[in-house]
């Protein structure tokens, strides 16, 4: 069992930063990965950007450069740090928990948390 749970984001202007985190309140057992997908009004469900448990980063295009995840697996937790932020950025963001394993393959999302970037 894995519960997520996510920090809050928040109002901030174009070109500042805002850090989210996301923490896992159960074991997470196996190859895995943690991440961050987002859904924008009207759209899609876009992965932003994820890590596994092997340190492999894999960010969407629109972000590369500017957004950066990393885990603490001490306190189970990933953080996603985003630095340069745009209007576009704008949506609600989910932490993801993926468990990659032959045995164990499941998938948990938290609650989401809105981010919004003003001009």
């Known amino acids: 069992q894995v519960q997520l749970v996510e920090s809050r984001g928040g109002l901030v202007q174009a070109g500042r930063s805002l850090r989210l985190s996301c923490a896992a309140s159960?074991?997470?057992?196996?190859?895995?990965?943690m991440g961050w997908y987002r859904q924008a009004p009207g759209k899609q469900r876009e992965l932003v950007a994820t890590?596994?448990?092997?340190?492999?980063?894999n960010y969407a295009d629109s972000v590369k450069g500017r957004f950066t995840i990393s885990r603490d697996n001490a306190k189970n937790t990933a953080y996603l740090q985003m630095n340069s932020l745009k209007p576009e950025d704008t949506a609600v963001y989910y932490c993801?928990?993926?468990?990659?394993?032959?045995?164990?393959?499941?998938?948990?999302w938290g609650q989401g948390t809105q981010v919004t970037v003003s001009s």
């Open positions: 159960g074991s997470i057992f196996g190859i895995n990965a």
């Open positions: 993801n928990v993926k468990e990659l394993g032959f045995s164990r393959r499941s998938d948990y």
């Open positions: 890590i596994t448990s092997g340190a492999v980063t």
